[in-house]
T-cell receptor, first 118, second 117 residues
Framework: GAVVSQHPSWVICKSGTSVKIECRSL??????MFWYRQFPKQSLMLMAT?????????EQGVEKDKFLINHASLTLSTLTVTSAHPEDSSFYIC??????????????FGPGTRLTVL | AQKVTQAQTEISVVEKEDVTLDCVYE???????LFWYKQPPSGELVFLIR??????QNEISGRYSWNFQKSTSSFNFTITASQVVDSAVYFC??????????????FGRGTQLTVWP
């Protein structure tokens, strides 16, 4: 149980295009989802926290107009990188928490999406 | 503020050696959780252990063992008889259980472990 999927697993796009990444909790309802980015040989950096049905909370320094997050249902959150540029190339990882329905201290991670912007 | 320090950036060992990965954390919270995750080259984070602040018992799971010492704010991870498949980046993480930081994980920088045959 507690499986989180991400789609796509990798994507290559041209500079200026927008890319949408999906994060799904497959066998539980995720009241909270988190989005991270990770540069090579670095740690995970939290970008934003999203709760179902409400606006995402972005970390300081993360442009909310560039990284659009939608958490429209209890099993799906999306991250859209708008007008992507080469510096947005990174490994994006989502995690999901079942909230009060499960161990509140548990986050389950997706397999990540590798974005390359040419 | 919460902070997790993994002072070892890279560790190399030869197969069958024991290796300990260090993790030190800083917090003013009394209730919190500590985690270890493994990130193999594929990139997916693999959950290894969760420990809450009230439980200082050491834990052993096969070749893995964890030493939680509240007095030194450390949560170290030991792999016994290491294997090549243990090669990965290991992250230590902290989560408070109150207030505005509820749910947020704070990660250390990670330790790259390479096990040579």
């Amino acid at each position: 149980g507690a499986v989180v999927s991400q789609h796509p697993s990798w994507v290559i796009c041209k500079s200026g295009t927008s890319v949408k990444i999906e994060c799904r909790s497959l066998d539980f309802q995720a009241t909270t989802m988190f989005w991270y980015r990770q540069f090579p040989k670095q740690s995970l950096m939290l970008m934003a926290t999203s709760n179902e049905g409400s606006k995402a909370t972005y970390e300081q320094g993360v442009e909310k107009d560039k990284f659009l997050i939608n958490h429209a249902s209890l099993t799906l959150s999306t991250l859209t990188v708008t007008s992507a540029h080469p510096e947005d190339s990174s490994f994006y990882i989502c995690s999901a928490s079942p909230g009060l329905a499960g161990p509140r201290d548990t986050q389950y991670f997706g397999p990540g999406t590798r974005l390359t912007v040419l | 503020a919460q902070k997790v320090t993994q002072a070892q950036t890279e560790i190399s060992v030869v197969e069958k050696e024991d290796v300990t990965l260090d993790c030190v954390y800083e917090t003013r919270d009394t209730t919190y959780y500590l985690f270890w995750y493994k990130q193999p080259p594929s990139g997916e984070l693999v959950f290894l252990i969760r420990r809450n602040s009230f439980d200082e018992q050491n834990e052993i799971s096969g070749r893995y063992s964890w030493n939680f010492q509240k007095s030194t704010s450390s949560f170290n991870f030991t792999i016994t008889a290491s294997q090549v498949v243990d090669s990965a980046v290991y992250f230590c993480a902290f989560k408070a259980d109150r207030g505005s930081t509820l749910g947020r994980l704070y990660f250390g920088r990670g330790t790259q472990l390479t096990v040579w045959p």
